[in-house]
């Protein structure tokens, strides 16, 4: 399999992926641990927008097969609609649920906050519950220095120090508190309780950052009953007000947001507690389920959606259980993972043609009260929220190979390097990518280079597995040109939005496109280049300057396109300078002999990526990997479900590496003598980060025989553990030829945030005996 490297079977002992009860968070506390390397850090999206404060945002609720259930050699469920999202939640019914590293870095990518989970459930555990506020009780007798007439019970910080180590140390950014089992305390216990959100956040503040989110679920109520109250009232209040925001349960009738709305603001909540609240830190629950859900659920969640209404009325939502598209299709004839996106899709932002309207019919009988409501026609849930770029390319460099996190190869530099057996196919969340989020359902497609009057072609994108640039897959976009008989109409230029972006006007960037065209398989010859338009002024042209040093044929067809960006500054007003979204897309420009006749043409995108451009005095350096190291496990793992027992299990074990950076060659060094004021050598150099890393083997053949890492087997790719330059030797991943080997060699191979791969003179190998 590609995608080894370590999975949750793998993962023990401080890193183990969960934990059922609070004495195995106290186990994993009392040894120091590292924290994970291989997390990206959250940064914040940019500003863009000055209203953005007044409308309500979307949380994404993921209970999916009771978590955890991702193979690295299946395809299965991942999230693609981040640039609609706020904050993420990884959902499981284990006392403390952690967020894989592979999700962490696929929302912190796209500037989306990511939740573990805290559960109380069920009778057994009320014990756990109480013990959470208390802390860890001492093993020697003790007890108060005086006797006190106080009754009250007192809140400890034990742990809510420890939940917010543990955030800290894998990478994450809060919890969703979820208490549904009675607190037998009463009003004591409740009151305690309180407290102790108020510590959690504040530890959660201290050592995450002022981003990081405590959601309180509508569940057990002031006197410690488990009463789901569907809104936010004065029998949850007090839990909210320490909270970071509220999450309501789902089965409200239509009229509870505007009644919690209206409730919402005729509270003094800056006088109940210190922290400013907002109408949109109320988030109103939709099942996609549809259990007791007003529309039912499904592809009717808009209806819901209607009544909580954020962009006018602010509130915002809780969507629970979307993977609903995988779980409730995948035992149907037909079924399969491009029929899922096609129905996924439909649910997120629409179908690829309006003219499918969904089948939206009301679940509820005639005179139910939930079936009078007048819902309009279907809407996508992404129509709900705004479009959010991901973070400014200054602070977090954008990097997209347009992967949904699954495929069924794994390609390097557009050449397959591996096929998954049959269609078994691969996942993995850490491959997860913006697939472009002005593409779907359908680009906005608009004419370049003229008012022309002929209708515009249509564009249908869709996820190719079959091609790729770097990893598993790319983005196919088929455009259908009519036929014309314009004057003008044998070169027509269109332009093509492809993905939003945030940039900061007077500071340049490098923009790099990899892609494929097949214009001259239909009769056409075309040009494409790279264009820059503010998103919310679509006729105004941004300067890009072609690099073309940078630009050119790459190998399999694939062609690289770069350009330098500079957004002019605006005229000086006293205000702070406010980034500004941007359409980063294509201009395709097109011509053929007989324009009266229809055109098929082909785009294929392989990456994209944007980075800050080195000021004129830096210098440029380059990333390379120094040593490799390996280390044999002490006892080999049982074989997974794709690996046979074999030899081959004398080279189970983890590689790790170092990485660095290197100048290029230096020509001379002249200076003028110990006054001159130019630099040795330029000073600012900055190398590209890496993505991930391909890791390849090939075995020993004897004294004298030349290896070529051209010739080594690929066996996998790093993210799967959250661990930066380590990778694990599964034996299920290395090839038979190494049964009889006397010794093995591995090679490192990076990949950056540029869309780039390392030359092998700057990666490296280790040698391994059996």
């Given at each position: ?12 002992g ?26 990206l ?17 979307l949380l ?7 978590g ?10 991942t ?8 904050t993420?939640i990884?959902?499981?019914?284990n ?5 894989p590293?592979g ?12 939740l ?17 506020l208390v ?11 005086r ?6 019970l007192?809140a400890s910080s ?15 950014d809060?919890?969703?508190?979820n ?14 309780l ?21 959601v309180?679920y509508?569940s057990?109520i ?14 949850n ?10 999450f ?14 209206q409730y919402?603001?005729t509270?003094?909540i ?5 922290k ?23 592809l009717?969640?808009y209806?819901?959606?209607?009544h ?36 996924e ?8 043609d ?6 939206v ?6 005179g139910h009260t ?7 026609p279907y ?8 479009l959010?770029p991901?973070?400014?390319p ?14 069924r ?11 998954a057996?049959?269609a078994?196919?691969?996942?993995d969340?850490?491959k997860?990518?913006a ?16 008012e ?16 790729a640039?770097?990893g ?13 008989a ?6 027509r ?9 945030a ?5 340049p ?36 300057t ?15 396109l770069s ?15 406010r ?9 395709l ?30 210098a ?15 006892s080999p793992?049982p074989?997974s ?36 004021p ?8 900055r ?10 083997v ?16 690929f066996?996998?790719?790093t ?5 930066a ?11 038979r ?5 006397k010794g093995?060699?591995f090679?490192?191979q ?21």
């Amino acid at each position: 399999m590609p995608l080894r490297g370590t999975t949750h079977s793998h993962l023990v002992g401080n890193e183990a992926p969960y934990f059922q009860t609070l004495q195995a968070l106290d186990d994993w506390a009392s040894t120091p641990t590292a924290k994970l390397t291989g997390c990206l850090p959250y940064i914040p999206r940019s500003d863009v927008q000055a209203s953005s404060e007044q409308r309500g945002k979307l949380l994404v609720c993921h209970d999916y097969k009771g978590g955890y259930t991702e193979k690295p050699d299946a395809l299965a469920y991942t999230f693609n609609f981040w640039s609609h999202c706020d904050t993420f939640i990884y959902f499981a019914h284990n006392r403390v649920t952690i967020p894989p590293s592979g999700w962490i870095n696929a929302a912190h990518r796209q500037g989306v906050k990511m939740l573990g989970t805290l559960i109380f459930e069920h009778a057994e555990s009320e014990a756990d519950c109480l013990r959470l506020l208390v802390g860890r009780l001492p093993q020697s007798t003790s007890g108060p220095a005086r006797p006190s007439p106080a009754n009250s019970l007192p809140a400890s910080s034990h742990y809510a120090r420890l939940l917010a180590n543990l955030a800290y140390q894998r990478g994450f950014d809060g919890y969703l508190l979820n208490f549904e089992a009675p607190l037998r305390g009463g009003v004591e216990q409740t009151r305690a309780l309180t407290l102790w959100i108020g510590l959690l956040e504040r530890e959660l503040k201290r050592l995450v950052g002022e981003h990081a989110q405590v959601v309180w679920y509508d569940s057990v109520i002031i006197n410690g009953q488990l009463r789901w109250q569907d809104r936010l009232n004065a029998f949850n209040l007090p839990f909210f007000l320490p909270s970071t925001s509220f999450f309501t349960n789902y089965t409200w009738p239509p009229q509870y947001p505007s009644l919690m709305a209206q409730y919402f603001l005729t509270l003094d909540i800056q006088q109940a507690d210190s922290k400013a609240k907002q109408l949109r830190d109320i988030f109103v629950g939709v099942d996609v389920w549809g259990r007791n859900q007003h529309g039912g659920g499904g592809l009717s969640c808009y209806k819901a959606l209607t009544h909580i209404d954020p962009q006018f009325l602010g509130l915002s939502v809780a969507l629970f259980g979307q993977g609903w598209s995988w779980e409730s299709e995948q035992d149907k004839p037909g079924w399969s993972w491009d029929a899922w996106w096609a129905y996924e899709r439909t649910l997120w932002v629409g179908p690829a043609d309006p003219a499918d309207t969904p089948d939206v019919e009301d679940p509820h009988p005639p005179g139910h009260t939930n079936s009078t409501c007048a819902h309009g026609p279907y809407k996508p849930v992404t129509s709900f929220f705004a479009l959010e770029p991901p973070p400014n390319p200054a602070r977090l460099a954008l990097f997209t190979s347009f992967s949904p996190g699954v495929g069924r190869a794994w390609f390097v530099e557009g050449r397959n390097v591996w096929d998954a057996d049959g269609a078994a196919g691969w996942t993995d969340l850490d491959k997860t990518c913006a697939l472009g989020d002005l593409l779907w359902p359908r680009p906005a497609l608009a004419w370049h280079d003229a008012e022309r009057a002929e209708a515009l072609p249509a564009a249908l994108p869709a996820v190719t597995m079959d091609d790729a640039w770097l990893g598993g897959s790319a983005v196919r976009l088929m455009l259908s040109v009519s036929g014309s008989a314009a004057a003008d109409a044998f070169f027509r230029c269109l332009w093509l939005p492809v993905q939003s972006l945030a940039v900061t006007p007077g500071m340049p960037y490098i923009l790099t496109l990899v892609y494929k065209e097949d214009f001259a398989a239909h009769g056409a010859e075309g040009d494409i280049g790279l264009l820059v338009k503010p998103l919310h002024a679509p006729d105004d042209d941004i300067e890009v300057t072609p690099l073309a040093a940078e630009c050119g044929e790459l190998a399999h067809d694939w062609r690289r396109l770069s350009v330098r960006l500079v957004l002019p500054l605006p005229p000086p007003t006293g205000a702070p300078t406010r980034d500004v979204a941007c359409a980063v897309g294509l201009v395709l420009g097109f011509a053929t002999e007989d324009p009266t006749q229809p055109l098929q043409l082909g785009v294929t995108l392989g990456a994209l990526a944007v980075h800050p451009a080195l000021t004129p005095s830096g210098a440029q350096a380059d990333a390379r990997l120094i040593w490799a190291d390996f280390a044999r496990a002490s006892s080999p793992p049982p074989p997974s479900s794709a690996s046979t027992a074999g030899p081959v299990t004398r080279f189970a074990g983890v590689l790790t590496w170092e990485v660095g950076e290197h100048l290029g060659p230096l020509a001379s060094i002249t200076l003028a003598g110990p006054d001159d004021p130019k630099p040795a050598w330029p000073s600012g150099a900055r190398a590209p980060a890496f993505a991930y890393f391909n890791v390849y083997v090939i075995p020993h053949k004897g004294e004298g025989v030349a290896l070529r890492p051209e010739d080594a087997a690929f066996i996998g790719t790093t993210g799967l553990d959250g661990r930066a330059n380590r990778f694990y030797v599964d034996p299920a991943c290395l090839p038979r030829e190494l049964d009889n080997a006397k010794g093995a060699r591995f090679y490192v191979q990076g990949v950056t945030d540029r869309a780039t791969v390392l030359r092998w003179e700057d990666c490296v190998y280790v040698d391994v005996s059996p």
